[in-house]
């Protein structure tokens, strides 16, 4: 039996992991397909945090706790790395990144679902769970 | 110029359904029957601001960034239902907060639709 993440507030958290992985993608998406030359590496860490929120919608909603734990660590450090380096050098980001700012342009939402995907991971966390390998 | 009344409308909407919604998250129940129709309510006005930017658009409209609008239109039709689809899922108070976050968002999304509706931005 392994650890259910898809009940209760983890059904909240697929649902706005879900919004975000829609929101962010579709940006990223509109964004590289008609003005990519504009801000590539903004764009590009756009198109990589919606990866990240739908791996990490489907490894909650799956279940998958590894994969869940990655994925919330890789967001939670995405959005502090790129938030500090947005501050720190403006220059290098002339297009918006849902990280920049720490999400302020998503109300900082951004910088919040990380820390609540993890303390909800970690409070499933109490009973041993088998590796969560399967389909 | 986006009609501005049918905005607020459901702005205002959007926000007294979240905070009706707020109220079973607290008392830790499940919604009833009141915060289902209330969000048919909402849905109905976030359908006529669907058909009206639908109108927009088919009188020969063409917003400056015209995909993104149209993304923010179909985001804006299907945040509501889905929303209570994941709520039904979950007939406790954290379905509850799944429809209230549902709710606020619609308010949110009717400010980016305002915001590209007739362009430059």
């Not at chain 1, 939402?109 to 995907?117: A, E, F, M, S, T």
């Not at chain 1, 909800?120 to 969560?132: E, F, I, N």
């Not at chain 2, 129709?37 to 930017?53: C, F, P, S």
């Amino acid at each position: 039996m392994r650890e259910a993440l898809n009940t209760g507030p983890g059904r909240v958290l697929i649902g706005v992991y879900g919004l975000f992985a829609l929101a962010a993608g579709a940006r990223a998406g509109v964004q590289i397909g008609t003005q990519f030359s504009e801000a590539p590496l903004a764009y590009l860490l756009s198109a990589l945090a919606a990866a990240v929120y739908v791996v990490a919608t489907v490894a909650l909603a799956r279940s998958y706790r590894r994969l869940a734990l990655v994925c919330c660590s890789v967001e939670l450090l995405g959005v502090l790395a790129i938030g500090t380096a947005s501050l720190v050098d403006p220059g290098a980001f002339p297009k918006a990144t849902v990280w920049s700012l720490y999400g302020i342009g998503y109300g900082f939402v951004p910088l919040v679902l990380p820390i609540l995907g993890l303390l909800w991971l970690r409070g499933r966390a109490g009973r041993r769970t088998p590796d969560s390998t399967r389909a | 110029m986006p009609p501005h009344w049918l905005g607020t409308a459901v702005t205002i909407a959007g926000l007294l359904v979240a905070v009706w919604c707020l109220v079973p998250v607290l008392r830790d129940r499940a919604v009833d029957a009141s915060h289902w129709a209330a969000l048919g309510i909402l849905q109905a006005l976030v359908t006529a601001e669907v058909v009206a930017a639908i109108v927009h658009l088919a009188r020969g409209a063409h917003p400056h960034q015209y995909v993104t609008f149209i993304g923010y239109v179909v985001a804006l039709f299907l945040v509501p239902p889905l929303a209570m689809l994941l709520a039904r899922l979950e007939p406790t108070r954290w379905g509850a907060l799944i429809v209230t976050v549902g709710a606020v968002v619609v308010p949110v999304l009717i400010l980016r639709v305002n915001q590209l509706w007739s362009g430059g931005a």
